[in-house]
């Protein structure tokens, strides 16, 4: 059908999500499909069977527009756990409709037009368009391949007085590399005395590998005064879908945030509060997730030693980046797309996280699978690429 009106579009570059194309074209294909970050198994029955008590007891109506008390209070018994830091349960801590809303609200209730927001690239696809979004800019510092480590020289010397935030994420999204707790003291340096905000996605905090320690900016005591830090319930508890997060941070940022947030999510589905929190008084289900995913890693490693592609490190996430140099002459793109059309493997090429399409000849794939999903993506890739 034709559309009898002229759109203006806002993005008119703007595509859609590189995870969509390759799911959707992994599905059309009958490829296994390593590409999106989503496990294909379940959560355990006692968060479901949690969620059906509740809806059955009439817990069904609109919760607080901060989130169930209930859970909030498990969130801030959680990280004061883990890092050292009680938020207040009334005005530091806030239930999102998942990471990538609690970004967006982040970035909208902050940057300004003409604002500048230093991003870290290869930076995971939401970001950039948020910031757009809200009429601010992007500033690139670079991670650099192959271990993706930070420039801090470089980023101060992208500080300018127009720099409004600046956006971390570790465990990091696409590469799985890690800021240290040195890293954080380099950034402090780098933001004491300004009004910079600083927003941590630390949506895979829970899944480091070999003794490394999760360095939040939680615990910070520079820097989780002027941080807004988000978390995922999606990803530490398998339940992508369900697409609840939380954000935490000091009171007045805080109430920038809500500011945002009541009017463009208002609440989060109220069952699936309450069962999250009674889930969550059970600490080994997220301080097994480190052992679970990286008892993944190895064995999806070992299944990829008998192929061609050299492997990266991966010190956290689900994510395993691999360079198939020598492989294909192919941009990684077309190589992704040759991928799931003739191997029958969909993975995601790195470069759509560069703004410039940077091709290192780098993808990504996502090991949160069961075992005979990566059984079978290996046994494609041999038969692809073994002689």
């Not at 759109?7 to 959707?24: L, Y």
């Not at 527009?65 to 801590?93: C, H, N, W």
């Not at 902050?110 to 992007?138: H, K, L, N």
């Not at 500011?259 to 999510?265: L, M, T």
Request: net charge negative; proline share 5%.
């Amino acid at each position: 059908m034709e559309t009898p009106i002229r759109i203006d579009s806002r993005f008119p570059n703007m595509g859609t999500t590189i995870f969509t194309v390759m799911s959707r074209l992994a599905a059309e294909c009958g490829a296994v499909n390593l590409s999106q970050g989503f496990p294909d198994f379940q959560a355990e029955p006692a968060l479901f069977d949690a969620m059906h008590r509740y809806m059955l007891a009439g817990r069904n109506q609109y919760a607080p527009m901060a989130g169930l008390p209930e859970l909030r209070q498990a969130i801030v018994d959680k990280v004061a756990a883990l890092y050292g830091t009680r938020f207040d349960v009334e005005s530091e801590v806030t239930v999102t409709a998942g990471a990538t809303q609690a970004i967006f609200t982040a970035v909208a209730a902050f940057v300004r037009p003409g604002d500048e927001v230093i991003v870290f690239e290869p930076v995971y696809d939401s970001y950039v368009p948020a910031i757009e979004t809200v009429g601010g800019t992007a500033v690139y510092a670079q991670l650099q391949f192959p271990d993706y480590a930070p420039d801090w020289g470089q980023v101060a010397r992208l500080i300018t007085p127009k720099t409004r935030m600046i956006i971390v994420n570790s465990p990091h999204n696409p590469t799985g590399s890690l800021l240290t707790a040195a890293d954080l003291d380099k950034l402090a340096d780098l933001v004491r005395g300004t009004d910079i905000v600083i927003l941590s996605d630390e949506v895979y905090e829970h899944i480091l590998f070999d003794g490394e320690r999760h360095a939040s900016l939680c615990g910070h005591a520079e820097l989780a005064p002027r941080s807004i830090v988000v978390s995922s319930f999606g990803k530490t508890y398998h339940i992508t879908g369900w697409k609840i997060g939380y954000v935490v941070g000091p009171a007045a940022l805080m109430a920038e945030f809500r500011k945002v947030h009541q009017f463009n999510v208002f609440t989060v589905h109220a069952p699936s509060q309450l069962a999250l929190a009674e889930y969550m008084q059970d600490a080994s289900r997220h301080l097994g997730l480190a052992a679970f995913y990286q008892e993944k890693r190895d064995f999806f490693r070992d299944l990829m030693a008998t192929t061609p592609f050299r492997l990266l490190p991966c010190r956290g996430t689900y994510f395993q980046l691999a360079s198939y140099a020598g492989l294909s002459d192919l941009p990684d793109r077309a190589f992704a797309e040759w991928m799931t059309r003739e191997v029958g493997v969909a993975v995601i090429p790195v470069s759509v996280f560069y703004a410039d399409g940077k091709d290192d000849r780098v993808v990504r794939f996502c090991f949160a699978k069961r075992e005979e999903t990566l059984i079978a993506a290996a046994e494609r890739l041999r038969k692809a690429f073994v002689r």
